[in-house]
């Protein structure tokens, strides 16, 4: 079945380094989408990527999009304690809606 | 209202009992979807609703699980005879159309079955 995975599962940081999660999706995406949740909260939608090899920027964080469609990644630049939680990818594949497994960072100030 | 709304936003229970779970999404959202967290997990898919479309409930773990969404708005996911591995974070999410612009998640029912 349809499996979306991301890689690593945890990563600490110091603050200020740069930290990328990667998405990997067994099947084509029509979309990928990325959410960050807080510790206790719930999934907050940042942005989502349609065409093959888009690249977006929100400020300090860059999102890619994979030629083929199967992957993506998310990479912030210079971390802050600010951007401590679970990131996700998610993507559709028809009508159905996939979330990746998560990555959990952590910033140590 | 602005967000989606949820809920109870906590529920304990005892084994064996049956429970309700609401979800109150966005005015006019069409697309709504329940997931399920477990402590430090990632979202289990359970059901989603569009439209007046017939659901995909393919994500629902076993027929203890049930769902409905009553005039295209609030949904209700019930779990009866509830086990202690139904314990976990349950969250709702809506869409206009497709989703293609991103869900929004309300804020969960943590559910506890002690």
């Known amino acids: 079945g349809q499996q979306v995975m991301q890689i690593p599962q945890y990563q600490h940081v110091q603050e200020g380094e740069d930290f990328t999660t990667y998405c990997n999706s067994s099947t084509t995406l029509s979309n990928i989408q990325w959410y960050k949740q807080r510790p206790g909260g719930h999934p907050v939608f940042l942005i989502q990527l349609v065409k093959s090899g888009e690249v977006k920027k929100q400020k300090r964080l860059t999102f890619q999009f994979g030629e083929a469609k199967k992957n993506s990644s998310l990479h912030i630049t210079a971390t802050q304690t600010t951007d401590v939680g679970t990131y996700f990818c998610a993507g559709h594949t028809g009508n159905q809606f996939y979330f990746g497994t998560g990555t959990s960072l952590t910033v140590i100030p | 209202g602005a967000g989606v709304s949820q809920s109870p936003s906590n529920k304990v229970t005892e084994k064996g009992k049956d429970v309700e779970l609401r979800c109150d999404p966005i005015s006019g959202h069409t697309a709504l979807y329940w997931y399920r967290q477990s402590l430090g997990q990632g979202l289990e898919f359970l059901i989603y609703?569009?439209?007046?479309?017939?659901?995909?409930k393919s994500g629902l773990p076993s027929d203890r699980f049930s769902a409905e969404r009553t005039g295209g708005s609030v949904s209700t996911l019930t779990i009866q005879r509830t086990q202690q591995e139904d314990s976990a974070v349950y969250l709702c999410?809506?869409?206009?159309?497709?989703?293609?612009?991103?869900?929004?998640f309300g804020s969960g029912t943590r559910l506890t079955v002690v």
């Open positions: 999410a809506s869409s206009p159309g497709q989703g293609l612009n991103g869900y929004t």
């Open positions: 609703f569009q439209g007046n479309s017939a659901p995909d």
